[in-house]
């Protein structure tokens, strides 16, 4: 593992202004396979958001010389703009312009090229796109464990993983309180649930917090409050955290997701529970 370079915790602190802090990983990947539910893809507005996260997930990590490497290589938010185009050319055709424009008028056609678009996307080969049949949303309470069933049931939807050293992120709605939620359960590796309404302040960092618990990070300066905050593990979303230290910088590509080994005890509550409220980690590995 990466040794430490400095195990600071000075919220002035970045790799602008103390650069011997951190390695330069030459713009080494966090490896993510990324999937929608439905009621995100079908969405253009929340479907865009989320590629406003990744995007922004990327940019931070490449601040500190990572990169995020996704999968389904799709590159733009308007990847699906020429099905849903071709699928609203075949309505019209199919109606007759006039009728097409009457209906529209009324919202309905609208609302039958979503459809359109939709079933469109399925013969193209959805999954292969991450592309969910799981509608709804998964329950997340402020504080505590998301209940084990909606996680399950979400989860099902995805299938097999193709590659286990890929992080699984899911945009999908979240009931209860929190925009991001990581899921730590014995089950499953690490995953990441994000809902991408956009009701974030600092939408650069909300993905990327998550992915930071999934690399075991632990909430940072909680204690300092939201004035003198700027650490991306602040448990609270807002623009003004734009620092990451360079040992968690070092964490993440350590972890299983970038250049690291399998995490060990990742859901072992007994061992968290004995971990001081400060510990830089959610969960110990050995060395």
Not at 65 to 84: R, V, Y
Not at 93 to 100: E, L
Not at 195 to 220: F, V, W, Y
Request: charged share 25%.
């Amino acid at each position: 593992m990466t040794s430490f370079l400095d195990f600071n915790k000075d919220p002035a602190n970045d790799i602008d202004n103390k650069p011997q802090q951190y390695h330069n990983f030459g713009g080494k990947g966090v490896r993510v396979q990324v999937y929608w539910a439905a009621d995100i893809w079908r969405d253009a507005s929340l479907w865009n958001n989320s590629w406003a996260l990744l995007k922004g997930a990327d940019e931070i990590l490449r601040k500190y010389t990572l990169a995020l490497d996704m999968l389904p290589l799709q590159t733009e938010p308007a990847a699906l703009a020429p099905t849903k185009d071709k699928a609203t050319r075949e309505f019209d055709k199919s109606v007759g312009k006039q009728v097409a424009r009457q209906k529209k008028a009324k919202g309905e056609v609208a609302k039958k090229q979503t459809e359109a678009a939709a079933k469109a996307i399925e013969e193209q080969g959805r999954a292969a796109r991450g592309l969910l049949d799981f509608s709804g949303s998964v329950y997340v309470p402020m504080q505590g464990e998301a209940p084990i069933d909606g996680l399950t049931v979400l989860r099902k939807s995805l299938g097999t993983i193709p590659d286990e050293t890929r992080l699984v992120v899911v945009f999908a709605h979240i009931d209860g309180g929190p925009n991001g939620y990581t899921v730590l359960r014995q089950e499953w590796l690490p995953w990441v649930i994000v809902d991408p309404q956009p009701i974030q302040d600092n939408p650069k960092t909300l993905l990327l917090h998550e992915m930071g618990h999934a690399c075991r990070l632990s909430h940072q300066q909680d204690s300092a409050g939201s004035a003198t905050a700027r650490n991306i593990m602040y448990s609270l979303d807002f623009k003004g955290l734009t620092h990451l230290w360079g040992w968690q910088v070092d964490t993440i590509y350590d972890s299983y997701w970038c250049n690291g080994r399998k995490p060990s005890n990742w859901w072992d509550r007994i061992s968290n529970a004995k971990l001081p409220p400060d510990h830089p980690f959610l969960w110990d590995e050995p060395p």
